[in-house]
């Protein structure tokens, strides 16, 4: 609920910002171009927002067992917003749970491209190579997982 409030209260500022530009000021050139800015803006603020919802949703319906819809919601999430890591995680998780290690595995390395100093992927993407039998891939992984989580302690 936390991390909800914390994406959700910046998004309360874009009605209340436009309605200030769009009735608070005398009109004018800096009217017009506030207003314009707003409404280009408020797509790019909000998409992050909905992504991190359906990603949210999917993590329910995987907890409870329903990879098909969990995985519905985790593309829906990584078409609304590509950069959302977690989304590519939630996929490959789910993907994972059906037992299409190959595609989960592709989703994991999407979701460390966008964020590969993110001990936490590496450590799922170990899992998964060990799931998938390559024992020297999720060394690897783990090693990597272990440098970032522990700098010094392992080569990096």
Do not use: C
């Amino acid at each position: 609920e936390r991390e909800v409030a914390l994406r959700t209260y910046p998004l309360l500022g874009i009605p209340l910002a436009f309605l200030w530009v769009a009735f608070g000021m005398e009109d004018g050139r800096e009217k017009q171009s506030l207003v314009a800015l707003i409404l280009f803006a408020a797509p790019y603020m909000a998409t992050p927002f909905v992504a991190s919802r359906l990603t949210v949703e999917g993590e329910r319906r995987l907890a409870a067992g329903d990879a098909d819809r969990a995985l519905a919601a985790f593309v829906s999430a990584e078409e609304t917003f590509r950069l959302s890591s977690p989304a590519h995680l939630g996929a490959a998780r789910a993907l994972a749970a059906r037992g299409e290690l190959d595609f989960a595995l592709t989703h994991l390395d999407r979701a460390i491209a966008l964020d590969n100093r993110n001990h936490a992927l590496w450590r799922e993407r170990a899992a998964l190579q060990l799931k998938r039998g390559d024992k020297p891939g999720a060394a690897a992984s783990s090693a990597r997982a272990d440098a970032l989580y522990m700098p010094g302690t392992a080569k990096d």
